[in-house]
C-alpha cells in the first residue's frame, strides 16, 4: 500500500514524498518584462521541500499566447533569466520543479496580442466569459480569429521552443496545460472547435493537436520529463464536453502510448479554476475512472485534504495529490500534513492582487520538523 510519503518516480524525477505543489495563477509577473521577480524566487524557495515537486503558475509559451496581466512568460531571454533563479532556489532546498505552458486561446483580447488584433482559438466563437487587460479591468472576450492549418504548425514549434527554453532555465521537467477552458482544451472541445480540418469533427482530429504537442515535447526533451494537465469534467472559462467520458478517454489512451512522464487530472469538485469554491455532489473521481487507461504517473488536484489525499493514494487512485489553496497559505505544508498540524487559512482576495501580502507573508510552522 503506497503512502502519502514514500518516495516515487515520476519519469524522470524521484519524488520523496507525494504531496505536490499545484500551479496556481498568482500575478506577480510585472509588466513590461513578465518575467519572475526576486519576491517570486522567494515565494517558491519559500514552499520547496527535499523531494518534493512544485509545478510553477501557468506560463505563457508566446506573446500571442498571453491574456491575463502580470503573468509570466518563457519567450524572452530575460524571462528565462529570471526563472532560472527560481529553479535555483528549488533546487537548493532539494525540491523538483516543473513549468507549466500555458496558451490562454480565445481567452485573451487584442490588446495582448502582438499585431493588436484579435486572438486566436481553433474557432471564431467567442468565449461567454471576460477577460482581465492589463489595467486590470474587466471586459467581455472578442471573438477570435480562427488557426489556419499552417498556424497550427506553427504553434505546435512554439511549444517546442517553450520546453527547450523551460530547461535552458533549469527545470526538470513541462506540463502542458489543456484544461480549464484554455486553447488546447478548445481544441479538444466540439462547443470550441468547429474546423472541417484534420484538427476539428472527429474525437480523433479534436484530439490531434493535444497529441501531436505532446509527441513534439517528448522527442524535442524526452517524454519522461513531460507531463499533461487536463481536466475532464471542468466548466471553466466557458469550457464543457456533453460526452467527456467518451473523449478523454480516447485523449488518455492515446496520450499514453506517448509515454509520458505524469498526468495531471482535475477533479470535478475543483472545477471553477481558482474562481470560486465548488462542492459537487456525486460526481465521478477523474483519477478513479482514468486510472485503468494510464500506465505511468497520476497526479490529482481538487479540494483535497491531508485525510482524502492519503486515502487517494493508499487506495492507488493516484500516486501524487496536488495541493494549491492550502500550499498558498502553508509554505510548509507536506511537513504540516506529514504531522498531522493545523493549517493556516488562506486570504482569497490575495490571490491575485500585487505585492507581498498574502504571497511572501506566511509564516512557517513555529517549531519546524526535519524532514531529513
Not at 475532464?232 to 467520458?245: C, K, Q, R, T, V
Request: net charge negative; with cysteine.
Amino acid at each position: 500500500m503506497a503512502d502519502l510519503f514514500s518516495k516515487l518516480a515520476v519519469g524522470a524525477m524521484t519524488l520523496d514524498h507525494r504531496v505536490a505543489m499545484a500551479p496556481l495563477t498568482r500575478m506577480r509577473a510585472v509588466a513590461p518584462a513578465y518575467a519572475p521577480t526576486d519576491m517570486m524566487v522567494e515565494y517558491y524557495s519559500q514552499r520547496a521541500s527535499k523531494g518534493g515537486l512544485i509545478i510553477t503558475e501557468a506560463t505563457h509559451v508566446s506573446q500571442a499566447a498571453r491574456g491575463a496581466p502580470d503573468t509570466p512568460g518563457i519567450y524572452t531571454d530575460g524571462q528565462v533569466a529570471g526563472w532560472h533563479k527560481v529553479t535555483e532556489a528549488i533546487h537548493a532546498k532539494g525540491g523538483l520543479a516543473v513549468m507549466q505552458l500555458w496558451h490562454m486561446g480565445r481567452l485573451s483580447h487584442a490588446e495582448y496580442q502582438p499585431d493588436h488584433g484579435a486572438p486566436f482559438a481553433p474557432s471564431a466563437i467567442a468565449a461567454n466569459a471576460e477577460v482581465s487587460l492589463p489595467d486590470r479591468s474587466r471586459v467581455p472576450c472578442p471573438t477570435p480569429r480562427a488557426y489556419s492549418t499552417e498556424d497550427i504548425t506553427a504553434l505546435i514549434d512554439t511549444y517546442v521552443v517553450a520546453a527547450k527554453s523551460a530547461m535552458s532555465a533549469g527545470f526538470d521537467g513541462v506540463e502542458i496545460h489543456a484544461a480549464n477552458g484554455y486553447l488546447l482544451e478548445q481544441f479538444l472541445q466540439s462547443r470550441t472547435n468547429t474546423r472541417t480540418d484534420q484538427y476539428g469533427g472527429s474525437i480523433e482530429n479534436r484530439c490531434r493537436i493535444v497529441l501531436d504537442i505532446a509527441q513534439a515535447l517528448a522527442t524535442a526533451i524526452s517524454g519522461a520529463k513531460v507531463g499533461i494537465r487536463l481536466s475532464p469534467f471542468g466548466i471553466a472559462n466557458d469550457s464543457g464536453e456533453d460526452d467527456p467520458l467518451t473523449l478523454y478517454s480516447h485523449l488518455v489512451k492515446e496520450l499514453d502510448r506517448i509515454g509520458l512522464a505524469y498526468l495531471h487530472l482535475l477533479e470535478p469538485r475543483a472545477s471553477g479554476a481558482g474562481q470560486k469554491d465548488v462542492n459537487h455532489e456525486n460526481v465521478p473521481s477523474a483519477a478513479k475512472l482514468f486510472r485503468p487507461m494510464w500506465s505511468s504517473a497520476l497526479i490529482a488536484a481538487g479540494n483535497f485534504s491531508g485525510e482524502s489525499a492519503t486515502q487517494m493514494v493508499a487506495e492507488g487512485q493516484a500516486d501524487v495529490i496536488a495541493f494549491g489553496r492550502f500550499f498558498i497559505s502553508n509554505p510548509d505544508l507536506p511537513a504540516r500534513l506529514r504531522l498531522g498540524a493545523e493549517l493556516t487559512p488562506y486570504n482569497r482576495p490575495t490571490f491575485y492582487s500585487q505585492g507581498p501580502a498574502g504571497y511572501v507573508d506566511y509564516p512557517p510552522m513555529k517549531t519546524k520538523e526535519d524532514w531529513g
